[in-house]
């Protein structure tokens, strides 16, 4: 029992502890609970006064970032947008608002110049407007001006369509203003067949770029947009055979010197420029008989001396023997040395000759044979004379020569089997056939045609086949002397030639000689007969050149005649003076020194007034000839001359007596 009550009192002992400690331990929570609250309403209070400071933060950030900014952004648009476009925002943020302020800056300033710019542009536009009119009342004065021109004068636009047609131009092309324009032609079309002048202002209202283009294959356009432009130019298209114009062209330019349009003046120069190739021609074959002239005395002596003791030679000697055949291959080389020489002078109309009343067609006739052999038996050679033929005064070596050459010409032309066609007649120029044919000259004419249908030529080689020493053919045939030579004897008889060729089609060479009112003399047939001899008449040489003169002397001497000698004319004198009897014949060269051969043939017949002469030259002066025809009785052998050719003329004139 005491046991148990003392675990009982110990029990509530221990209950009453516990029961305090519970007390003590409510007690101590309730005031750590109490201090909590309080620490948790201070620290509330501290977090919303220190959300309130930041608070208040972001709006002092925003009004100073954002709403300052943006209230001069506003401010500054204002501004701008009532017409200062010279006020400025002004920032250097680098946020998107200062993005924005600079880009109204940059606004501003584009909108100042471009308002500038405008008012430039309007001012321009009043100004250009201003031009305008007045270029609209020049132009209208201008072609009033071009309407009352005398010279026939048009305006085109770039596009060749005609703006304006004056009264000349309907007076030359009888084609009316309101028919021609609105059309488009160019001038080339209408341009007038008289020899007349025709302005053209072109490219009327095109800019300098279009002007560049139009000109660039016509003339220098540098030089045209730095002044005017003159020159001649060929265009092809015009006449039969082209026309040469003298061209003009004047820029005209606006205020501002830029080119607006291009006046073209243009003038007929064909028949000028036809004088001045004829001048030139002429100039050139002067040149040539110069050149001829200044070589062929001294050149045809050594030729003369060459073939004179080469034939004397070889009639001494035997014609089966080696030395007889080198001797006459000498004197072919010398021979077409000769012809050589002889052909230049024929070119250059220095050829002495001796015109005769013929029948061209019989001079032809007696040719037919040695034309046939040259030409050869693959070619056909047709012969078409015309009947009644007018006669011709001419050399009749020199139709010789012509048809040899044109011949042989025609013969290298064929390759093979061809044919080759002669023919004459008579042929009528009036002056309106002449207008349209350069070189042409009205009248009546005898016309000699040689047609081949061989190869042909195209114009390259046509407008130089009458230049001496021009050929197609290889060195060693032929010289480029034979068709030069064909035109020297045809000018040197006042005639003229057209040359009609085309490619593989043939060629055509018409030759027109003037008709002579007179009766013909008969063609003599070829002489066979032996080399002539003298019968002891006295025959006086007279001849600088001491090879020559004693060739002749040689050459007379072997034909039977008594020969004296002089070596100047001076001489000669003294010779005649001295001499005891009778002096037949006097046989001199033309160009000596002291005096020419025709002075003293004049003064040997002081003393001998029946004294014959026969002058022999390469190159002859005015002395004998004029324009290389010899005056009327005189007698003459070309060197280098042949024993026959001296033997002949000799016992010719000796025979007259």
């Known amino acids: 029992m005491k046991l148990k009550n003392r675990l009982v009192s110990q029990l509530l002992v221990r209950s009453q502890a516990m029961v305090s400690l519970v007390f003590q331990l409510q007690h101590t929570i309730q005031t750590e609970a109490a201090l909590l609250h309080q620490r948790s309403i201070s620290l509330i209070i501290a977090f919303f006064i220190l959300f309130a400071f930041i608070v208040l933060g972001i709006l002092l950030w925003i009004k100073k970032s954002v709403a300052k900014p943006i209230t001069a952004l506003e401010e500054g648009a204002r501004i701008i947008g009532s017409g200062n476009l010279n006020h400025k925002i002004g920032t250097d ?48 004065k201008f072609k009033q001006i071009v309407q009352g021109n005398s010279i026939p004068t048009f ?16 007076k030359l092309t009888g084609l009316s203003e309101s028919k021609m324009v609105g059309t488009k032609k160019h001038w080339i079309s209408f341009y007038p067949e008289e020899k007349q002048v025709l302005a053209v202002l072109i490219l009327d209202g095109a800019t300098e770029k279009e002007i560049d ?16 432009y003159e020159g001649e130019r060929f265009f092809p298209d015009l006449g039969e055979k082209g026309r040469w114009l003298f061209v003009t062209a004047t820029p005209l330019r606006d205020q501002n010197k830029n080119i607006i349009a291009v006046i073209e003046t243009l003038q007929d120069i064909t028949e000028r ?67 050589i020489t002889r052909q230049l002078l024929a070119f250059a109309r220095k050829q002495t000759i001796s015109p005769k009343v013929l029948d061209l067609n019989g001079t032809i006739d007696s040719m037919l044979k040695m034309l046939r052999h040259l030409i050869g038996e693959d070619i056909d050679l047709a012969w078409l004379p015309a009947t009644g033929l007018w006669p011709i005064k001419m050399d009749p070596s020199q139709i010789d020569q012509i048809l040899a050459n044109l011949c042989v010409n025609a013969r290298d032309a ?9 023919e004459t ?55 480029g002397l034979g068709l030069a030579m ?33 009766k013909a003399a008969e063609i003599q047939g070829e002489n066979t007969e032996k080399i002539p001899q003298g019968q002891g008449e006295t025959i006086l040489v007279v001849e600088d050149d001491l090879s020559i003169l004693n060739l002749t002397k040689k050459i007379l001497d072997g034909l039977g005649y008594i020969v004296l000698i002089a070596a100047t004319p001076d001489e000669a004198m003294d010779v005649a003076r001295e ?79």
């Not at 596009?159 to 309907?170: F, T």
């Not at 001829?292 to 000697?317: C, P, Q, R, W």
């Not at 001199?588 to 030259?617: A, H, Q, W």
């Open 155 to 170: 305006i085109i636009d770039k596009n060749h369509i005609i703006k304006n047609w004056n009264n000349a131009c309907v």
């Open 273 to 339: 420029k036809s004088t001045e190739r004829q001048l030139q021609q002429a100039q050139k074959m002067e040149s040539v008989g110069r050149l001829a002239g200044g070589v062929a005395h001294d050149y045809n002596n050594a030729l003369s001396v060459i073939m004179g003791f080469t034939e004397i030679t070889m009639t001494k000697m035997d014609p089966a023997g080696p030395m007889y055949a080198n001797l006459n291959e000498v004197l072919k080389a010398a021979r077409r040395a000769r012809d």
């Open 213 to 228: 283009e139009y000109y660039e294959v016509k003339i220098d356009k540098s030089t045209l947009i730095e002044g005017a």
């Open 414 to 422: 064929i390759d093979g089997v061809g044919k080759i066609t002669v």
């Open 93 to 140: 943020a680098k946020n998107e608002i200062g993005h924005l302020s600079r880009a109204f800056d940059k606004m501003a300033m584009d909108l100042k110049e471009t308002t500038t710019s405008i008012g430039e542009l309007n001012k321009e536009i009043v100004e250009r407007k201003k031009v305008e009119k007045e270029v609209q009342e020049s132009n209208e």
């Open 579 to 657: 001499h005891s009897g009778r002096i037949h014949l006097v046989v001199t060269d033309v160009i000596m020194p002291e005096m020419n051969g025709r002075e003293l043939s004049e003064l040997l017949k002081s003393i001998y007034p029946d004294l014959n002469c026969i002058f022999m030259s390469g190159y002859t002066t005015n002395a004998i000839v004029h324009h290389g025809v010899l005056d009327e009785g005189t007698h003459f052998v070309q060197k280098p001359f042949s024993k026959n050719d001296l033997a002949t003329i000799v016992r010719k004139v000796l025979d007259r007596e």
């Open 486 to 518: 064909v035109y020297g004897i045809v000018k040197q008889n006042n005639g003229f030639i057209n040359v009609y060729s085309e490619p593989d089609k043939g060629t055509t060479i018409k030759i027109y000689l003037p008709r002579h009112e007179g």
């Open 425 to 479: 007649d008579g042929v009528v120029f009036d002056a309106a056939y002449c207008a349209d044919h350069v070189g042409f000259v009205p009248g009546e004419f005898v016309m000699l045609s040689l047609s081949d249908n061989g190869c042909g030529m195209n114009k390259e080689i046509l407008d130089n086949i009458f230049e001496p020493f021009f050929t197609t053919k290889d060195v060693d045939k032929g010289t």
